[in-house]
């Protein structure tokens, strides 16, 4: 038998339901999300991926209408309760989104640092040493460190998104949501979010969104397939488990023709 996985759950997701105005996008979902795991989140267009993973940062609260029902941890902690601050949950669990959004005017450097301005004052030691680490972590060091001064912009988009993982992580969090972050990529620089995702997850938890059947199953520990079973329902978490099983064993049918290519 398999060793069961003692990483311990960092965040837990019960009973969600997911509302824009009076359309439900999601509807019951339970998961938890392991410390130092990277959990990949497939499925058709329009079943509530995207929802789902701005529910564990309350991003969807920028979205007028949108609420939640149900309960979200992290840590322990219910991040929905009255008295906590959604920036500090965005602090804590941070985001990388589909396409790479460096701040324009702003150096590679300025940008990595960009969210820190808003805290205590730093000396420049201690932010050359932010710098030089999270553009390691993102794997991008070695590209732009003789160019710190250019423009984020400059950079190619493969870089660019790397740039705005360095940019997260300068920030600490302890989770990392990641909706699509290399579809818009060509293969190379796929394969270096990739390897950046696999060294990231040393330190941090990772929670991913993709389209793309082969990187789910390279990088991610754990997999949940996201299906509507019929027009006009509300997504659901159809099936949730171990990458490898979702991808060779599945218990549901749809998640095996998903998997597979039969459909999607
Ligand atoms: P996925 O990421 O799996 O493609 P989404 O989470 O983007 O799915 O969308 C799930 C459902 O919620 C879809 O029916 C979509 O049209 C709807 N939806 C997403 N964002 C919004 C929004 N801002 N306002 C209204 N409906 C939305």
Known sequence: ??????????????????????????????????????????????????????????????????????????DGEDIYAPEVDPVRVRRRVGMVFQKPNPFPTMSIYDNVIAGLKLGRKRKKSELDEIVERTLRQAALWDEVKNKLGESGTSLSGGQQQRLCIARTLALEPEVILMDEPASALDPVSTQKIEDAMLELKEQYTVVIVTHNMQQAARVSDYTGFFFIEDMGQPGQLWEFGETEKIFSNPDRKETEDYVTGRFG
């Open 1 to 74: 038998m398999r060793r069961r996985d003692d990483a311990p759950a960092v965040m837990t997701v019960e009973n969600l339901n997911m509302y824009y105005g009076s359309f439900m996008a999601l509807k019951d979902v339970s998961m938890i999300i392991r410390k130092n795991r990277i959990t990949a989140l497939i499925g058709p267009s329009g079943c509530g991926k995207s929802t789902f993973i701005r529910s564990l940062n309350r991003m969807h609260e920028i979205v007028p209408g949108a609420r939640v029902e149900g309960r979200v941890t992290l």
